[in-house]
């Protein structure tokens, strides 16, 4: 039944949606080179013939300042445009709109925590290996 | 809430019955569900690199990404790389729409961004399949 979704195509507002554009057209980009860095360029020069993950390749890697930002600000980025994609789907629904102010908050601090629980998780590769 | 007042959901004459959906619909619905589902694994990635956290010298995470290499796992990242190029190919169609282009043929834009990500999908597959069998092994 239409009537119990109420118009809320205005309730997310104008800036979210124009970053959910903006960080899409990013993350296409940045997801592309985070496959080809993570998979295909250079992996397994290290450390041996295996294309494999390892703890010590990956240290390597995060010793480059340019890693560590694009790491961060990739999951910046990640974070923003998943957790606000999520906020659009939540506020399709009356029973989400209508705690709007709570949701918004609750986001905001999953989505620092989260970057937070990132960062901390980057740290091993950062200082050892 | 009553079971019955998700009828417009998931009834077979709700609006969202995949037979009741027209391309549109359909496209937007395949969008949500694989956000969500891009939202979760964000949260497994992130829980699997924190591994390195738990040895001193990475032995969990060095486990780990060996597993992860196992068949089961490779097979959960292709079906992995077809929900992140649908939703990235879908929501180039949404951006080109909200700049005004290809709204007059957004059904043939559907097909075609469809035809890319079908073409794309086949590209990780041979990716996926070269890092499982590098050339001169298999």
Do not use: C
């Not at chain 2, 009834?11 to 969008?31: C, D, I, Q, Y």
């Not at chain 2, 079906?79 to 709204?103: E, K, Q, S, W």
């Amino acid at each position: 039944m239409a009537e119990q979704r109420i118009a809320t195509s205005k309730v997310a507002g104008t800036w979210a949606w124009a970053f959910q554009r903006l960080s899409a057209v990013l993350l296409i980009v940045f997801l592309a080179l985070h496959l080809l860095a993570a998979h295909f360029i250079g992996v397994g020069e290290e450390t041996g013939e295996e294309p494999l993950i390892t703890f010590d390749e990956v240290s390597v890697r995060l010793d480059q300042m340019l890693y560590i930002v694009v790491d961060i600000g990739m999951l910046s980025m990640v974070l923003l445009h998943g957790l606000n994609g999520l906020r659009t789907v939540m506020f399709d629904f009356d029973m989400f709109v209508k705690r709007k102010k709570l949701i918004d908050v609750a986001l905001w601090v999953v989505g620092m925590a989260t970057l937070i629980w990132g960062v901390v998780i980057l740290l091993p590769f950062i200082t050892g290996g | 809430m009553k079971i019955s007042s998700f009828k417009w959901l998931f009834g077979r004459n709700s609006e969202f019955w995949p037979t009741n959906m027209k391309t549109g619909m359909l496209a937007w619905v395949g969008h949500r569900l694989s956000g969500l589902v891009l939202v979760a694994y964000v949260f497994l990635h992130l829980s699997f690199i924190s591994t390195a956290s738990m040895a001193e010298d990475g032995a969990d995470f060095n486990a780990l990404m060996e597993t992860t290499s196992q068949p089961l796992f490779v097979a959960m990242d292709f079906l992995l790389v077809i929900v992140v190029i649908y939703h990235a190919m879908n929501g180039l169609r949404v951006v080109l729409f909200d700049l005004g282009v290809g709204i007059r043929r957004q059904k043939l834009v559907f097909w075609v961004t469809m035809a890319i990500a079908a073409v794309l999908i086949v590209g990780g597959l041979l990716a996926i399949w070269h890092l499982v069998f590098p050339a001169g092994g298999a």
